[in-house]
């Protein structure tokens, strides 16, 4: 990229279906997304796939839109290709949809452009259809991406088969992201390498399928992190689960962002770290199968028949209390 494109901008113009947005698109869409399906520029990918499938949309916006670990552009496809994991699918295809506010640098969204292309190399899925409108100046705060993706169900995980001595797993250290977010609003350089676990997971989770693991439940701990989840799958359930407080694994810069903020690190935000319940008998293999990609994953509870709908942390020294669903907004424009 020259001097000059790093000062070019985007312009109402690209948006307005003419030269421009056919440039925009070819020369930097096409460019990093090319695959047969989306250079047919049509006006809708026609797909070849069999069996059930697995449909999801997500709108993705963060303020800082770069930070340590990630990017707006490498959420945008991890978070899309995660839920499709979650849900035992093979991620395959996304669409993808930009607004662009007018006066967006070609330099930064280009930058966004190519970390997408990058993160979606880790799971084989492509892009192959999409959209791009850009609006007036103060209209959209930068760029906001919406990708959705299909993808071919191999298993069906649930909350509904969860059952009482499931053990509940994490595959990492929680609330990276949200205190990731957090450091880098409030300018803090910490000690340490406190990055965001902004990643995709299919790897993860194909490790687990392929190895005969009965997930029972999977859920990747975005907003309302590790509390939420497990909130949502015990009021769901209609059972308890007990967690183990010294077992869930925070890493200390996190636990110290969180004690100088007065937040719980299980409520923050994960961009790459999911929740999943197995039988108990293999519990252990899937924490081995798990500790391949992330050191820090962890056992760290149980589906039981009492606190039913609700979620106990148990200290190390006996004491209970609930882990309560998060209320309010912790930290807006984080995904």
């Given at each position: 990229?020259?001097?000059?494109?790093?000062?070019?901008?985007?312009?109402?113009?690209?948006?307005?279906?003419?030269?421009?947005?056919?440039?925009?698109?070819?020369?930097?869409?096409?460019?990093?997304?090319s695959?047969?399906?989306?250079?047919?520029?049509?006006?809708?990918?026609?797909?070849?796939?069999?069996?059930?499938?697995?449909?999801?949309?997500?709108?993705?916006?963060?303020?800082?839109?770069?930070?340590?670990?990630?990017?707006?552009?490498?959420?945008?496809?991890?978070?899309?290709?995660?839920?499709?994991?979650?849900?035992?699918?093979?991620?395959?295809?996304?669409?993808?949809?930009?607004?662009?506010?007018?006066?967006?640098?070609?330099?930064?969204?280009?930058?966004?452009?190519?970390?997408?292309?990058?993160?979606?190399?880790?799971?084989?899925?492509?892009?192959?259809?999409?959209?791009?409108?850009?609006v007036?100046?103060?209209?959209?705060?930068?760029?906001?991406?919406?990708?959705?993706?299909v993808?071919?169900?191999?298993?069906?995980?649930?909350?509904?088969?969860?059952?009482v001595?499931?053990?509940?797993?994490?595959?990492?250290?929680?609330?990276?992201?949200?205190?990731?977010?957090?450091?880098?609003?409030?300018?803090?350089?910490?000690?340490?390498?406190?990055?965001?676990?902004?990643?995709?997971l299919?790897?993860?989770?194909?490790?687990?399928?392929?190895?005969?693991?009965?997930?029972?439940?999977?859920?990747?701990?975005?907003?309302?992190?590790?509390?939420?989840?497990?909130?949502?799958?015990?009021?769901?359930?209609?059972?308890?689960?007990?967690?183990?407080?010294d077992?869930?694994?925070?890493?200390?810069?996190?636990?110290?962002?969180?004690?100088?903020?007065?937040?719980?690190?299980?409520?923050?935000?994960?961009?790459?770290?999911?929740?999943?319940?197995?039988?108990?008998d293999?519990?252990?293999?899937?924490?081995?199968?798990?500790?391949?990609?992330?050191?820090?994953?962890?056992?760290?509870?149980?589906?039981?028949?009492?606190?039913?709908?609700?979620?106990?942390?148990?200290?190390?020294?006996?004491?209970?209390?609930?882990?309560?669903?998060?209320?309010?907004?912790?930290l807006?424009?984080?995904?």
């Amino acid at each position: 990229m020259t001097a000059t494109d790093n000062k070019r901008r985007i312009q109402l113009s690209h948006g307005g279906g003419g030269v421009e947005m056919n440039q925009l698109i070819r020369k930097l869409f096409f460019k990093y997304f090319s695959n047969e399906i989306l250079i047919r520029d049509e006006d809708a990918a026609r797909l070849d796939i069999q069996g059930p499938l697995a449909f999801t949309t997500d709108s993705f916006t963060v303020s800082p839109r770069q930070f340590k670990g990630g990017d707006l552009g490498k959420i945008a496809v991890a978070g899309t290709v995660n839920d499709l994991a979650m849900a035992g699918a093979i991620p395959q295809y996304l669409s993808c949809g930009f607004i662009i506010e007018e006066g967006l640098t070609f330099a930064e969204l280009e930058t966004l452009v190519k970390s997408m292309a990058e993160e979606l190399e880790k799971s084989g899925a492509r892009i192959v259809c999409g959209d791009t409108k850009v609006v007036p100046k103060g209209a959209a705060d930068g760029i906001f991406i919406n990708t959705s993706g299909v993808g071919q169900c191999i298993a069906s995980p649930s909350w509904k088969k969860l059952e009482v001595g499931d053990a509940i797993l994490v595959s990492r250290d929680v609330g990276r992201h949200g205190a990731c977010i957090l450091a880098s609003r409030e300018g803090m350089a910490l000690e340490g390498d406190l990055a965001s676990d902004c990643a995709t997971l299919w790897d993860d989770v194909k490790r687990l399928l392929d190895a005969g693991i009965e997930v029972r439940a999977m859920r990747d701990a975005t907003r309302g992190g590790l509390a939420a989840v497990l909130n949502e799958w015990a009021a769901s359930r209609e059972l308890g689960i007990r967690v183990e407080q010294d077992q869930v694994p925070i890493a200390d810069e996190v636990q110290g962002l969180c004690e100088l903020f007065g937040f719980e690190p299980m409520e923050l935000a994960n961009e790459g770290t999911f929740v999943l319940g197995v039988p108990a008998d293999q519990a252990e293999q899937a924490l081995a199968l798990l500790k391949q990609g992330q050191e820090s994953a962890a056992i760290i509870g149980t589906v039981v028949d009492q606190h039913v709908g609700k979620v106990v942390l148990t200290s190390p020294w006996g004491s209970q209390r609930y882990l309560e669903l998060p209320k309010g907004e912790l930290l807006p424009r984080i995904c």
